[in-house]
């Protein structure tokens, strides 16, 4: 995987753990994730990542 690819994945995971995590969630499960070239001759890469945030028994 590029360097670029892997970076911008790993910023969107960071982003759904602390939205969970705002949200009192304890975990993210159902995880989706997609990749999409937008923009002038597909200049830009767009990172899409969605879960579900759930609360764990303990």
């Not at 790993?10 to 969630?25: M, R």
Request: net charge positive; aromatic share 4%.
């Amino acid at each position: 995987m590029k360097k670029s690819c892997r970076k911008a994945r790993d910023i969107a995971f960071k982003e759904l753990g602390e939205q969970a995590k705002a949200l009192g969630a304890d975990a993210v499960v159902g995880i989706d994730i997609d990749y999409e070239t937008v923009g002038k001759d597909a200049s830009m890469l767009m990172v899409s990542v969605s879960g579900t945030a759930v609360k764990t028994r303990r």
